[in-house]
């Protein structure tokens, strides 16, 4: 579909070739890359970055959801695909069938699947261990000892691998981790055979803890260029690439007299005569409301959006006439200058993760490949 409108998302899928890349350097050879892409590639655009992952090197790709693995695979992804949540039992018999590894946590669940899974077809699955995390995965060795039975007992499941999941790998005690990462190698010594990929790292595990790195990491959000958290940001063993830039241009330009108001309320009024410029882009696009008083970039210089933001458009205050037209940078680099997710994500109370995920489909994803 042709975009009309100037609102943009643009994506930098060498940025994330060069994260991968510079990850598969500094961990050890025997750990592969696994990129994770669920939440449509954290909002990057999910096939692209996933294309861009296998060719980087992944050996396989992560998701939430069936749907997102099936997506990929209606797409003509043949790569592995692993469903990283927890799946209805339902979904056996289609993962089975698109070879799409699932995670399992009991035995049970197991049991229920072996009649869906058509003769002729193995699933392919990956034990969650929960160290720590509180979410899903067993957390001891006699439910692993009750999830290998039934496995060994039939032919219905391939056993791929065994992981877990670290909850405060991006804080700067390592304690926590360290006891999580104690505890999954003691439970995964209790298989009979260690699975093929035992993988236990999220980006911050991967990127502070090379000892934990085992057969895979999982490589997500830095896999975009964004630091898990500002602590590791301060600890990274190489430079991330930030991958996503979010753009508009200045759709129109007036004057308004001393004392105007702007936006629904009228909560801010024009202390003198002001310029003020109106964006094509509002909260519907995940220009949060919350956000007003955000600067944005135009050449360079940072200037205030005013006003509440509507749905479909937002108002800034220009220092000076602008020309309609004139490029805005709401998220990225211009110059000297830069706003990063982190910046959003402080005025907003959350985490970079949210932002990535907040901007809407509406807002059109654009590929390029910068070098260097
Ligand atoms: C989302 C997710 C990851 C990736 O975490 P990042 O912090 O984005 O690298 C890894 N493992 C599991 C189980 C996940 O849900």
Redesign the pocket.
Same mark, same amino acid.
């Given at each position: 579909m042709e975009n009309y409108r100037p609102t943009k998302a643009i994506v930098d899928l060498q940025a994330i070739r060069d994260n991968i890349k510079n990850l598969r350097q500094y961990l050890p050879n025997s750990t592969s890359v696994i990129a994770?892409v669920?939440a449509d590639g /954290?909002g990057h655009g999910v096939l692209e970055v996933a294309r861009t992952a296998i060719e980087a090197g992944s050996i396989m790709l992560?998701v +939430?959801t069936l749907e997102e693995a099936v997506h990929l695979r209606d797409c003509g992804i043949t790569a592995d695909i692993l469903v990283? $949540?927890p799946s209805p039992v339902v979904v056996a018999e289609k993962a089975a069938a698109l070879g799409i590894h699932i995670t399992v946590s009991d035995a049970e669940w197991l049991r229920q699947a072996v009649p869906k899974i058509g003769s002729g077809f193995s699933l392919k699955v990956h034990v969650k261990i929960d160290t720590g995390m509180g979410r899903i995965g067993l957390r001891d060795e006699k439910s692993l000892n009750d999830i290998v039975d039934v496995i060994q007992g039939t032919s219905a499941f391939s056993l791929e691998g065994a *992981?877990t999941?670290f909850a405060c790998a991006?804080e700067e005690d390592p304690k926590k981790s360290e006891i999580q990462f104690k505890r999954f190698m003691d439970l995964v010594a209790a298989f009979p055979e260690r699975p093929r990929l035992v993988h236990a790292s999220?980006?911050?595990a +991967?990127l502070l803890y090379p000892e934990y790195a085992l057969d895979a990491v999982? *490589? $997500?959000?830095?896999?975009y260029g964004i630091p898990?958290s500002r602590y590791v940001e301060t600890k990274l063993p190489f430079q991330l690439k930030r991958a996503f830039t979010l753009q508009t241009e200045l759709a129109y330009v007036k004057l308004l007299e001393k004392g105007s108001g702007v936006g629904y309320g009228g909560t801010y009024e024009t202390e003198q005569s002001e310029w003020i410029g109106t964006l094509p882009i509002g909260y519907a696009d995940g220009l949060k409301r919350g956000l007003r008083n955000q600067e944005i970039l135009i050449a360079g210089e940072r200037m205030p959006i005013v006003g509440s933001i509507c749905m479909d458009q937002c108002m800034v205050k220009l220092p000076r006439e602008l020309p309609v037209g004139e490029k805005v940078t709401l998220i990225g680099r211009e110059g000297n200058e830069e706003i990063q997710m982190e910046e959003w994500a402080d005025r907003l109370g959350t985490i970079p /993760?949210e932002i990535a995920v907040t901007i809407a489909r509406r807002v059109p994803r654009i590929y390029h490949s910068s070098h260097g």
């Amino acid at each position: 579909m042709e975009n009309y409108r100037p609102t943009k998302a643009i994506v930098d899928l060498q940025a994330i070739r060069d994260n991968i890349k510079n990850l598969r350097q500094y961990l050890p050879n025997s750990t592969s890359v696994i990129a994770v892409v669920k939440a449509d590639g /954290y909002g990057h655009g999910v096939l692209e970055v996933a294309r861009t992952a296998i060719e980087a090197g992944s050996i396989m790709l992560a998701v +939430a959801t069936l749907e997102e693995a099936v997506h990929l695979r209606d797409c003509g992804i043949t790569a592995d695909i692993l469903v990283m $949540g927890p799946s209805p039992v339902v979904v056996a018999e289609k993962a089975a069938a698109l070879g799409i590894h699932i995670t399992v946590s009991d035995a049970e669940w197991l049991r229920q699947a072996v009649p869906k899974i058509g003769s002729g077809f193995s699933l392919k699955v990956h034990v969650k261990i929960d160290t720590g995390m509180g979410r899903i995965g067993l957390r001891d060795e006699k439910s692993l000892n009750d999830i290998v039975d039934v496995i060994q007992g039939t032919s219905a499941f391939s056993l791929e691998g065994a *992981f877990t999941h670290f909850a405060c790998a991006d804080e700067e005690d390592p304690k926590k981790s360290e006891i999580q990462f104690k505890r999954f190698m003691d439970l995964v010594a209790a298989f009979p055979e260690r699975p093929r990929l035992v993988h236990a790292s999220n980006s911050a595990a +991967a990127l502070l803890y090379p000892e934990y790195a085992l057969d895979a990491v999982r *490589f $997500g959000i830095s896999m975009y260029g964004i630091p898990p958290s500002r602590y590791v940001e301060t600890k990274l063993p190489f430079q991330l690439k930030r991958a996503f830039t979010l753009q508009t241009e200045l759709a129109y330009v007036k004057l308004l007299e001393k004392g105007s108001g702007v936006g629904y309320g009228g909560t801010y009024e024009t202390e003198q005569s002001e310029w003020i410029g109106t964006l094509p882009i509002g909260y519907a696009d995940g220009l949060k409301r919350g956000l007003r008083n955000q600067e944005i970039l135009i050449a360079g210089e940072r200037m205030p959006i005013v006003g509440s933001i509507c749905m479909d458009q937002c108002m800034v205050k220009l220092p000076r006439e602008l020309p309609v037209g004139e490029k805005v940078t709401l998220i990225g680099r211009e110059g000297n200058e830069e706003i990063q997710m982190e910046e959003w994500a402080d005025r907003l109370g959350t985490i970079p /993760y949210e932002i990535a995920v907040t901007i809407a489909r509406r807002v059109p994803r654009i590929y390029h490949s910068s070098h260097g």
